[in-house]
């Protein structure tokens, strides 16, 4: 009963490099979000799907790309990464009203 | 667009104290309401939930009910336990903007025996 699952659990990355985030979810949810979280910020939405095949911009949506190719996955894409984009990533997905979250991505840029 | 707001922490209780953490909202249409719980360490989970105005999500000791009159959320519980030392998230899905779910900054809260 896996759920959301994210990988990697930890990744640092040079400023520059590029990296893709996958997150995978085996409940069928039609609904998928790319979070991140940084102290005193909350979560802050970067991108969400609503269906396969389907993207849209969240709150803070510049220097990241996402693909739903399939429905069980949601992928984020960093493609020049910046110390700005040093945080805790967070993977959700859902069906109606309540969101299953993955254990997170810790990724550093430095 | 749609928004979320609420009170800032870290909020500091003894056992068996009175919680109340406020959120208040911004949103065109009817949208969904919740709090989600992280403990350390963790991914979100929910806590509760509220769909329409006047509803009351409940849910382990905690209670927020959905006012649309003053588009607010608070999340109260009677009696606090040391487990429910938690960061608190209120969050809202819906109204015009369809899919899309947003959090508020949310609200560490430490509770001391």
């Known amino acids: 009963n896996a759920g959301v699952t994210q990988t990697p659990k930890f990744r640092v990355l040079k400023t520059g490099q590029s990296m893709t985030l996958l997150c995978a979810q085996d409940?069928?949810?039609?609904?998928m979000y790319w979070y991140r979280q940084d102290p005193g910020m909350g979560l802050r939405l970067i991108h969400y799907?609503?269906?396969?095949?389907?993207?849209a911009k969240g709150e803070v949506p510049d220097g990241y790309n996402v693909s739903r190719l399939k429905k069980q996955n949601f992928l984020l894409g960093l493609e020049s990464a910046a110390p700005s984009q040093t945080s805790v990533y967070f993977c959700?997905?859902?069906?109606?009203?309540?969101?299953?979250f993955g254990q997170g991505t810790r990724l550093t840029v430095v | 667009g749609n928004s979320v707001t609420q009170m800032e922490g870290p909020v500091t209780l003894s056992e068996e104290a009175f919680l109340t953490i406020n959120c208040t909202y911004t949103?065109?249409?009817?949208?969904?309401l919740f709090w989600y719980v992280q403990y350390p360490g963790e991914g979100l989970q929910l806590l509760l939930k509220?769909?329409?105005?006047?509803d009351k999500g409940s849910n382990k000791g905690f209670e927020a009910t959905y006012r649309k009159e003053t588009t607010s959320f608070h999340l109260e519980k009677g009696s606090v336990q040391v487990s429910d030392s938690a960061v608190y998230f209120c969050?809202?899905?819906?109204?015009?903007?369809?899919?899309?779910?947003?959090f508020g900054q949310g609200t560490e809260l430490s509770v001391k025996p």
């Open positions: 799907s609503v269906g396969e095949g389907t993207t």
């Open positions: 949103a065109t249409g009817y949208p969904s």
């Open positions: 959700a997905s859902s069906f109606q009203a309540e969101a299953f």
């Open positions: 409940m069928n949810h039609e609904y």
């Open positions: 969050a809202l899905r819906g109204g015009n903007q369809g899919g899309k779910l947003i």
């Open positions: 509220a769909t329409k105005a006047d």
